[in-house]
């Protein structure tokens, strides 16, 4: 994902002088995980640079050149860093659009490493995507793999609207996967089917993807054909195949590794209700974090969503 990732940059510096990428340690390192390693010794410091560490600063300056006609990629160095940054976010980056009835836009993506399983220390293992797609304005996407990175990121770079860029950080290098050099694009808006089932469904995306399709391999040894969906995007969220899923299983199970509470989790039983209710023939439940801040590395494995948790839900709701 890394270098897909890089990849995708590389693609719109060289064709669109608009774009500029700054942040914390984006320039001269190439980001404390190297997403944007070399960027800057082929773009120039003019396009590819380090920031101060002031997360509202490196937003609000980003906001700045979006509006005065720049394309700007910020990069915030981790999710539980983007809190300073909320305000901004919040009362400017979502409303200018509005603000100014369109006079002004705020074509500009905000991008970080995101999620656990890095036995990482406090404030580096945040989920935060239900606290940005419940802001109007805002675009939210957590790519699964790296052909979906590359493909998702140039889409977020060319609209028109402010994007969330979550990237899981624990499958940055853990997944090796054929990706085009070419220049494609993947739309925000559409879900996946990664793979197909009769028996229920399974909603999830980003890293869990991966725990997901664990559990549906240990299911398949108990006699259950599970259909993964993997949402690539939170907001705008595809109502219509997670709700053809649904209809076609009548089960369905999400899994997120945000806590549980008003969560994304919360909104996909929602859907499961409105769009799939009468051929569901179990409860709509949910695998996900626990209410609680993420434990540091001693504690972590116990906070975390695993495959042999998945299954227990997923042979729960076959037999209810």
Do not use: W
């Amino acid at each position: 994902m890394v270098q897909a990732l890089n990849n995708a940059f590389d693609i719109k510096l060289a064709e669109d002088r608009s774009i500029v990428m700054f942040g914390e340690d984006v320039g001269v390192e190439g980001g404390v995980f190297r997403v944007t390693e070399g960027l800057q010794k082929k773009y120039g410091a003019d396009r590819v640079f380090d920031s101060p560490l002031a997360e509202s600063a490196i937003v609000g300056t980003g906001l700045g050149m979006a509006m005065a006609g720049l394309r700007p990629v910020v990069e915030l160095q981790f999710d539980g860093f983007t809190y300073p940054a909320f305000n901004q976010i919040i009362s400017n980056v979502s409303r200018m659009n509005n603000r100014t009835r369109g006079l002004y836009k705020a074509p500009m993506v905000i991008r970080f490493p995101y999620g656990g399983a890095i036995n990482a220390i406090e404030h580096h293992s945040e989920s935060p995507e239900s606290l940005y797609a419940h802001i109007p304005g805002l675009k939210v996407v957590v790519p699964s793999t790296p052909h979906d990175a590359k493909g998702l990121m140039i889409s977020a770079i060319e609209t028109d609207d402010p994007v969330i860029f979550m990237e899981p950080k624990r499958i940055y290098r853990a997944i090796k996967q054929e990706v085009s050099d070419e220049k494609f694009s993947i739309p925000i808006g559409k879900a996946k089917v990664v793979q197909e089932g009769s028996d229920i469904t399974i909603v999830s995306f980003g890293a869990l993807i991966r725990e997901c399709q664990k559990a549906a391999e240990m299911a398949k040894a108990e006699g259950i054909l599970v259909e993964i969906v993997d949402l690539r995007t939170i907001y705008p969220i595809d109502r219509e195949t997670v709700g053809a899923s649904i209809r076609k299983t009548g089960r369905v199970l999400i899994v997120a590794e945000a806590p549980q509470s008003f969560s994304v989790g919360s909104e996909l039983v929602t859907i499961a209700n409105e769009e799939a209710f009468l051929s569901l023939e179990a409860p709509p439940r949910r695998v996900m974090g626990f209410d609680t801040i993420v434990p540091l590395a001693q504690g972590e494995k116990y906070y975390l969503v695993t495959p042999e948790r998945i299954l227990y839900e997923t042979i729960s709701i076959i037999n209810y």
